[in-house]
Protein backbone atom coordinates (compact mmCIF):
# COMPACT_ATOMS: atom_id res chain seq x y z
CA UNK A 1 0.00 0.00 0.00
CA UNK A 2 2.93 2.08 0.91
CA UNK A 3 4.99 1.85 -2.80
CA UNK A 4 1.57 3.28 -4.63
CA UNK A 5 0.80 6.05 -2.17
CA UNK A 6 4.79 7.00 -2.25
CA UNK A 7 4.61 6.95 -5.76
CA UNK A 8 1.16 8.99 -6.47
CA UNK A 9 2.26 11.63 -4.00
CA UNK A 10 5.75 11.79 -6.41
CA UNK A 11 3.91 12.14 -9.33
CA UNK A 12 1.80 14.75 -7.73
CA UNK A 13 4.71 16.85 -6.88
CA UNK A 14 5.76 16.79 -9.80
CA UNK A 15 2.99 17.81 -11.58
CA UNK A 16 2.24 20.48 -9.36
CA UNK A 17 5.42 21.76 -9.24
CA UNK A 18 4.63 23.37 -12.97
CA UNK A 19 1.88 25.69 -11.29
CA UNK A 20 2.08 28.66 -9.21
CA UNK A 21 0.58 29.46 -5.90
CA UNK A 22 0.36 25.93 -4.95
CA UNK A 23 2.98 26.14 -1.99
CA UNK A 24 0.82 24.47 0.47
CA UNK A 25 -0.09 21.11 -1.67
CA UNK A 26 3.94 20.82 -2.45
CA UNK A 27 4.54 20.61 0.87
CA UNK A 28 1.93 18.36 1.60
CA UNK A 29 2.96 16.17 -0.89
CA UNK A 30 6.53 16.19 -0.15
CA UNK A 31 5.76 15.37 3.75
CA UNK A 32 3.61 12.23 2.21
CA UNK A 33 6.27 11.14 -0.17
CA UNK A 34 8.84 11.50 2.26
CA UNK A 35 6.62 9.16 4.96
CA UNK A 36 5.69 6.76 2.47
CA UNK A 37 8.59 6.69 0.94
CA UNK A 38 11.10 6.37 3.82
CA UNK A 39 10.11 2.96 4.41
CA UNK A 40 11.65 1.68 1.40
CA UNK A 41 14.94 3.03 2.11
CA UNK A 42 16.14 0.38 4.45
CA UNK A 43 14.65 -1.96 1.67
CA UNK A 44 16.87 -0.06 -1.03
CA UNK A 45 20.36 -0.34 1.19
CA UNK A 46 19.63 -4.76 1.46
CA UNK A 47 19.18 -4.38 -1.86
CA UNK A 48 22.28 -2.75 -2.80
CA UNK A 49 24.22 -4.81 -0.68
CA UNK A 50 23.09 -8.30 -1.84
CA UNK A 51 23.68 -6.49 -5.78
CA UNK A 52 27.31 -6.08 -4.64
CA UNK A 53 28.26 -9.17 -2.78
CA UNK A 54 31.46 -9.66 -3.12
CA UNK A 55 31.73 -5.92 -0.97
CA UNK A 56 30.87 -6.19 2.81
CA UNK A 57 27.35 -5.24 3.63
CA UNK A 58 28.95 -2.01 5.21
CA UNK A 59 30.71 -1.01 2.36
CA UNK A 60 27.37 -0.70 0.37
CA UNK A 61 25.12 0.67 2.25
CA UNK A 62 27.98 3.47 3.10
CA UNK A 63 28.31 3.96 -0.16
CA UNK A 64 24.34 4.39 -0.89
CA UNK A 65 23.79 6.05 2.62
CA UNK A 66 26.72 8.52 1.44
CA UNK A 67 25.28 9.51 -2.15
CA UNK A 68 21.90 10.50 -0.31
CA UNK A 69 23.55 12.88 1.55
CA UNK A 70 25.89 14.49 -0.87
CA UNK A 71 22.34 14.93 -3.32
CA UNK A 72 20.87 16.42 0.07
CA UNK A 73 23.54 18.99 0.82
CA UNK A 74 23.76 20.01 -3.22
CA UNK A 75 19.71 20.34 -3.21
CA UNK A 76 20.06 22.66 -0.25
CA UNK A 77 23.08 24.92 -1.60
CA UNK A 78 21.43 25.73 -4.88
Known amino acids: VALPLACFCGI ?3 IAAHYSNVQLFLIASAIMF ?3 G ?5 IG ?4 AECTYP ?3 LTSAGT ?7 NY ?3 SIS
Open 38 to 42: LIFFA
Open 64 to 70: VDRENLN
Open 12 to 14: CFT
Open 55 to 57: ASE
Open 45 to 48: IEMT
Open 73 to 75: YLR
Open 34 to 36: GFF
